[in-house]
Nanobody, 122 residues
């Protein structure tokens, strides 16, 4: 059983930056694909980014490409999401996920964090 705990969310002005962290415990962190999803009020949950166990493969949603960077530290069982040039439309609850597949499909990820709120003001 893998437990995921996100941190780093908050309120930021448009154009600002935030860095989300996700600490994992249980299971074998270094064998899991790690990802981020987000869900805004009244909208469906959407894929943000995924990183392979080695960190060599990374995929981003088009909406965040060039602004967000996902990384991981397998020595600390932690995955990060650096978010730059934030926009009001980035406002959402951000979820950290872990799974055994390389995928953008949320229903393929077995483990989810509780989520952290990111609010971007205009």
């Amino acid at each position: 059983q893998v437990q995921l705990v996100e941190s780093g969310g908050g309120l930021v002005q448009a154009g600002g930056s935030l860095r989300l962290s996700c600490a994992a415990s249980g299971g074998t962190f270094s064998s899991n694909h790690m990802g981020w999803f987000r869900q805004a009020p009244g909208k469906e949950r959407e894929f943000v980014a995924v990183i392979s166990p080695s960190g060599r493969l990374i995929d981003y949603a088009d909406s965040v490409k060039g602004r967000f960077t996902v990384s991981r530290d397998n020595t600390k069982n932690t995955v990060f999401l650096q978010m730059n040039n934030l926009k009001p439309e980035d406002t959402a609850v951000y979820y950290c996920v872990a799974g055994s597949l390389w995928t953008r499909q949320d229903n393929q990820y077995r483990y989810w964090g509780q989520g952290t709120q990111v609010t971007v003001s205009s």
